[in-house]
Structure formats: C-alpha cells, structure tokens
C-alpha cells in the first residue's frame, strides 16, 4: 500500500492544526456559522439529520492493520450522541421496525470511504488528530472539489491486470488536492480507475471513469469516459477518447474538468453535474475539450505530463508487503489440503468458491471478509469488529485490508496455504458468511436514519430482505444478484446500476420504495453499464420483501439451466418481472 512521505505527514498534520484552530474560532464565536461550515466541509465534517457525520478517506480502499486499531478507537471513543439527540432519533425511526440505530461503528461506503454518525462537533479536532497520527484525513471527502479518487480492491494483485492504477490515481490526488482552478466546481467530481480487464470500479457511472488499455502496439494507455453518474439522471459515460498515451492523462484530465468549470450550471444544484454538461452540449463539449487540451499541450508547454521518472517516484512508494518469511509447502500439497477441508465441510466449499480470488502470486489470494449479516446493516463495522480485522489483516495479510465497492473488506496477501486458518478465525468473528455477489450481498446507503436528505430509510429495509433470505442453499440456487438500495434520488445506494434497485421515494410524506430492473455497473456478471427500469408505481415498506419474492420466484420458474436472474431477465423481458412485483401487491392489501 502507499507510503507516507515526509511531506505527506506535515500536511495532513498541518491541515489537522487548522480545523483545531478552526473549530475554537467558530466555538468562541469568532467565526460565523457560515464561515465555518466550508471549512468543516472541506475535512468531511457534515452535519446530518441528527447528529455531526465524519467521511474519511481511504485512497484506493488501502488500510493498514494500524489504521484499522484507529478508526476502532474512534468508533468506540467517539462515535456516541448525545442521550436526548439518540433518544428523539430512535422515536422517530421506531414508526417502520424494531431495529436499533447503531453507535460506536464505522460505516465503508460504496466509495471506499468510512464514516461516523454520531460524533459531536466539539470532539472533531481531537478525532482528525488522532487520524493523522496513522496517516489518514478527511480532505476531498466533500465539497465541490475532486473528491476520493477510488479504484479496484484488486488494483497491484488481480491476475487480469493490465497495468496497476494506484500510481496514476496518487498522482491525480497530488495534483487535486490544492489545485486552486477546481476548488470550487459548480458540483462534486468523481473520478474512478481500474487497470484491470474487468471493470471492478463501475467506472462508466462516474463523472470521469479511466479504463487503463494496451492499444496494437503493446503500448499502455487510458479509455476516458467523461459525464457518467446516477442521481436524478443516471448516465453513462461518453467515452472522449478509446486510447490515451498515459503520459498525458494529467493533461488531458486538466482540460476536461477546465471546461465543465467554465460551463457547468452554477444556477441549479440539480443540474450542475458534468454529467448534465456532457448531455446538453454534445459534440460541443467533446471539442471544446479537444480545443483546451490542444491549448495544454502546444501552447501551455504541456505541464502535467507525467514523466517516467515522476511515474516511477510515485510507484516506488507503492510497497509491496514483507510477507513472513516461511517455507511455503507446494501448490499440489496446499491444493489437496484445501480439497480435503472443503470436502469435510461445505461451508468452507462454499466459502472457497464465493469468498477467494485468485492472486498475481500463485502462492498467494484475495479474501473477501463479508460484514453483512442479519441485524447489521450493509457496511458496518463496530469497533470491535474492526479490531478483530486488524487482528485478521495482521496474521494473515501482512497487516493491509482493502475496503470493496461492494463495501465488503478484502484481505489481499493471504497465503493459500492459510486459507483454512483464515476461514476458521473468520467464521469464529462473524466474517465466513459464503454470500459474496448473492443475494444478502447487497448495497444499502445509511437512509433516513441518518442522512437528512433521504426520503426513506434503506436500513430496514435491508434487513427485511436478509432475514427472508437465510438459507444459503437458496441463495446459492438463486445465483448471482446485485441488490441496491438508496434513500433517496440522490443514489448513494447506487441503486441504477442493481440488478434489483430499490429507492426510497416521499409520497404524501411517508416512506414508499420504487423497485428497478436490469441495471448494471460494468463487471464481468453484468455486462455492459446500464440503468435499470422501474417495475411500476411504488411500493410501501410492507410490501418491499414480497416483490422482491415475486420476482425471484418469476426467475426461477422462467430461466433455463446455467441462467443468472440478469440472463434470464433479458432474455424474457421485464413484463413478467413487472407483473409479478404488481401482483404482490394485491396480495398484502388482500391481507391487510
């Protein structure tokens, strides 16, 4: 994972000393209200229906096992309301479930980022203190800037690699960080790359996706998509070039986002997106940009090219583990150790095939550690969860974990040979559940328990579905399914690009959900990026477990052998889906 140099440190240090002299300024009243909210924006301090929400960064989803045993500290040590706050919360959450809001936990977004709930404003510096003591902060976590530049959990190890994109994406986040012309964008900006054949990083819904490619002479490059994103317009991105030099990205990327600064609406938040920008204007855009880089590059002496030598300073920081040294037994030996084990247990079958991906090391895995397990909602993890992870990452992974888009923690430098002990201390903390890319494997935003924008909560609703679907021989008959669940418009669920989508929508000012089919976000299981479509008129929280039912009971009695329920629903049609979701509403009214 990346290493800190030395001016690295001083600067998040530095900027941690700000926010302290910020926060005494706006506490004894020398700074406005309005004054300080930009400032505390600009370190991931929102304020959210309730309570303070912390967003940290987690470039490229890289964590330490030190990191880890930090933000378990936070968690434990801070994450805690006010007894009134938490009290008038969970009155007011109580109307739709028995659920409990959580404190003391961590929650991984779908941007691998972490976030805190319930932490008090006063106690704000003492935490970015403590997160800049293991190299960690807040910085473009929100904002109209270039936020958390995020990437693929496999990036430096996955075995269809092209080319590692952690050194491009640190170089992009060096030349972001300060630059003062995109400061202040007519709205946020998100940038996604990956470097691997297959897109793990949902790069066409982003406002710019990089797609690292080799053109016919071998050599290495970028696909740019420009314009993607979700909200209340999903679109995919428009691809402005198939093949970039890779030396030129940097300049490239400074003449796509010149343009949507000096364009992009500033009248309306809800169109201010550059993605709003691309559909408007077309070909336009794309020669404008064309002209500007043209501008950059003939004119402007080119001056974010990136060097070989800049690349290789930055790659140089990008540290492969010590791995313990050992005697590794042979592949044939750790191969039929780990069929013996997997004959004695099914559980551990299962676990093999769904958890474990191969590695660039043959000798090597990727472990998927799932957190989503009944009464936990989608991306949490309590402090103490995160200290047993850390302890995981230690003994296995070479003390590194990497949070997932999935928001799901992947342990990268496990021994196969360790993958029994891996699976037993795992299944012992509550990790081991075989579900990755099924059914429960689903992706929530914190909802209206939380966020002050959401129009319903996706919580409960997440965990309806989950206690429906126990049974991992049915989840394993039903295959391969995204679920995605947003509170709100505003997509932080991503719940477009699912499978089955699930949005949390006001209708007379109480909580109804809209069901989606089709959508994809890129990967090899889904194919190509797409929105999914809305099945009908929405649906009250009552009656979301039954629709999600109808439509897998409609994939069931309708695919053929070896058809995923996205194979099966392209080739019949959404038609039945959509008359199966319908009727399940009748049959609750009718019990009702």
Same mark, same amino acid.
């Given at each position: 994972?990346?290493?800190?140099?030395?001016?690295?440190?001083?600067?998040?240090?530095?900027?941690?000393?700000?926010?302290?002299?910020?926060?005494?300024?706006?506490?004894?009243?020398?700074?406005?209200?309005?004054?300080?909210?930009?400032?505390?924006?600009?370190?991931?301090?929102?304020?959210?229906?309730?309570?303070?929400?912390?967003?940290?960064?987690?470039?490229?989803?890289?964590?330490?096992?030190?990191?880890?045993?930090?933000?378990?500290?936070?968690?434990?040590?801070?994450?805690?309301?006010?007894?009134?706050?938490?009290?008038?919360?969970?009155?007011?959450?109580?109307?739709?479930?028995?659920?409990?809001?959580?404190?003391?936990?961590?929650?991984?977004?779908?941007?691998?980022?972490?976030?805190?709930?319930?932490?008090?404003?006063?106690?704000?510096?003492?935490?970015?203190?403590?997160?800049?003591?293991?190299?960690?902060?807040?910085?473009?976590?929100?904002?109209?800037?270039?936020?958390?530049?995020?990437?693929?959990?496999?990036?430096? +190890?996955?075995? @269809?690699?092209?080319?590692?994109?952690?050194?491009? #994406? =640190?170089?992009? /986040?060096?030349?972001?960080?300060?630059? *003062?012309?995109?400061?202040?964008?007519?709205?946020?900006?998100?940038?996604?790359?990956?470097?691997?054949?297959?897109?793990?990083?949902?790069?066409?819904?982003?406002?710019?996706?990089?797609?690292?490619?080799?053109?016919?002479?071998?050599?290495?490059?970028?696909?740019?998509?420009?314009?993607?994103?979700?909200?209340?317009?999903?679109?995919?991105?428009?691809?402005?070039?198939?093949?970039?030099?890779?030396?030129?990205?940097?300049?490239?990327?400074?003449?796509?986002?010149?343009?949507?600064?000096?364009?992009?609406?500033?009248?309306?938040?809800?169109?201010?997106?550059?993605?709003?920008?691309?559909?408007?204007?077309?070909?336009?855009?794309?020669?404008?940009?064309?002209?500007?880089?043209?501008?950059? +590059?003939?004119? @402007?002496?080119?001056?974010?090219?990136?060097?070989? #030598? =800049?690349?290789? /300073?930055?790659?140089?920081?990008?540290? *492969?583990?010590?791995?313990?040294?050992?005697?590794?037994?042979?592949?044939?030996?750790?191969?039929?150790?780990?069929?013996?084990?997997?004959?004695?247990?099914?559980?551990?079958?299962?676990?093999?095939?769904?958890?474990?991906?191969?590695?660039?090391?043959?000798?090597?895995?990727?472990?998927?550690?799932?957190?989503?397990?009944?009464?936990?909602?989608?991306?949490?993890?309590?402090?103490?969860?995160?200290?047993?992870?850390?302890?995981?990452?230690?003994?296995?992974?070479?003390?590194?974990?990497?949070?997932?888009?999935?928001?799901?923690?992947?342990?990268?430098?496990?021994?196969?040979?360790?993958?029994?002990?891996?699976?037993?201390?795992?299944?012992?903390?509550?990790?081991?559940?075989?579900?990755?890319?099924?059914?429960?494997?689903?992706?929530?935003?914190?909802?209206?328990?939380?966020?002050?924008?959401?129009?319903?909560?996706?919580? *409960?609703?997440?965990?309806?579905?989950?206690?429906?679907?126990?049974?991992?021989?049915?989840?394993?008959?039903?295959?391969?399914?995204?679920?995605?669940?947003?509170?709100?418009?505003?997509?932080?669920?991503?719940?477009?690009?699912?499978?089955?989508?699930?949005?949390?929508?006001?209708?007379?000012?109480?909580?109804?959900?809209?069901?989606?089919?089709?959508?994809?976000?890129?990967?090899?299981?889904?194919?190509?990026?797409?929105?999914?479509?809305?099945?009908?008129?929405?649906?009250?929280?009552?009656?979301?477990?039954?629709?999600?039912?109808?439509?897998?009971?409609?994939?069931?009695?309708?695919?053929?052998?070896?058809?995923?329920?996205?194979?099966?629903?392209?080739?019949?049609?959404?038609?039945?889906?959509?008359?199966?979701?319908?009727?399940?509403?009748?049959?609750?009214?009718?019990?009702?």
């Amino acid at each position: 994972m990346y290493q800190y140099t030395d001016f690295d440190r001083q600067f998040v240090h530095q900027r941690a000393a700000q926010f302290r002299d910020q926060l005494e300024r706006w506490q004894k009243g020398r700074l406005h209200e309005d004054e300080f909210r930009p400032l505390r924006l600009q370190n991931g301090w929102y304020v959210q229906r309730y309570a303070p929400m912390l967003r940290v960064a987690v470039p490229y989803g890289e964590l330490s096992s030190r990191q880890l045993r930090v933000l378990a500290r936070i968690a434990r040590e801070y994450d805690e309301p006010e007894a009134e706050v938490y009290r008038k919360a969970v009155e007011t959450q109580g109307l739709l479930g028995s659920h409990k809001l959580p404190t003391h936990y961590a929650h991984f977004s779908t941007r691998q980022n972490v976030q805190y709930n319930w932490i008090p404003l006063a106690k704000s510096a003492d935490v970015m203190d403590l997160l800049a003591s293991v190299d960690m902060h807040g910085i473009q976590t929100s904002g109209n800037c270039i936020r958390n530049i995020t990437s693929d959990e496999r990036a430096g +190890i996955a075995v @269809d690699e092209i080319a590692d994109p952690r050194p491009f #994406a =640190e170089i992009m /986040r060096q030349w972001s960080t300060l630059h *003062p012309e995109f400061a202040f964008l007519p709205r946020k900006f998100k940038i996604a790359i990956t470097g691997a054949a297959e897109d793990r990083a949902a790069t066409g819904w982003h406002d710019v996706g990089l797609h690292v490619v080799k053109n016919e002479a071998g050599e290495i490059g970028f696909r740019v998509q420009v314009g993607g994103g979700m909200g209340r317009t999903p679109i995919i991105g428009t691809v402005l070039r198939e093949f970039l030099p890779w030396q030129q990205i940097m300049n490239y990327l400074e003449a796509v986002i010149r343009v949507y600064n000096r364009y992009g609406r500033r009248d309306n938040i809800y169109k201010a997106r550059i993605k709003i920008l691309v559909k408007a204007e077309g070909q336009r855009y794309i020669d404008d940009v064309e002209t500007e880089y043209k501008q950059i +590059i003939e004119h @402007d002496g080119a001056p974010h090219t990136i060097t070989q #030598a =800049e690349f290789d /300073r930055v790659a140089a920081s990008f540290v *492969p583990p010590t791995l313990a040294t050992r005697v590794l037994q042979s592949a044939e030996k750790t191969d039929a150790e780990l069929r013996h084990h997997a004959d004695d247990d099914v559980m551990f079958a299962r676990w093999l095939a769904r958890n474990v991906a191969p590695h660039k090391n043959p000798a090597l895995r990727a472990v998927t550690l799932s957190f989503k397990r009944l009464k936990q909602a989608p991306g949490d993890a309590s402090a103490s969860q995160l200290d047993t992870l850390a302890e995981l990452a230690d003994r296995f992974s070479a003390g590194e974990a990497r949070v997932t888009h999935d928001q799901n923690i992947v342990l990268p430098w496990v021994h196969a040979e360790d993958l029994h002990a891996l699976w037993l201390a795992a299944r012992a903390a509550g990790f081991a559940s075989a579900n990755v890319h099924l059914l429960t494997d689903m992706i929530a935003c914190p909802g209206g328990d939380f966020c002050a924008l959401a129009n319903a909560r996706s919580i *409960p609703i997440a965990e309806a579905i989950t206690e429906r679907y126990q049974d991992l021989d049915e989840l394993d008959d039903l295959g391969e399914i995204d679920l995605h669940i947003s509170g709100c418009i505003n997509s932080c669920g991503h719940h477009h690009s699912g499978h089955i989508g699930i949005l949390g929508v006001d209708k007379d000012g109480k909580e109804w959900y809209q069901v989606s089919l089709g959508g994809s976000d890129g990967s090899t299981l889904s194919g190509a990026p797409v929105a999914g479509k809305a099945v009908g008129p929405s649906f009250s929280a009552a009656e979301v477990p039954g629709v999600i039912e109808a439509v897998l009971t409609t994939y069931r009695d309708t695919r053929v052998s070896g058809e995923t329920f996205i194979d099966t629903l392209r080739r019949v049609g959404p038609d039945p889906f959509k008359a199966a979701a319908n009727g399940a509403r009748f049959k609750v009214e009718e019990a009702a």
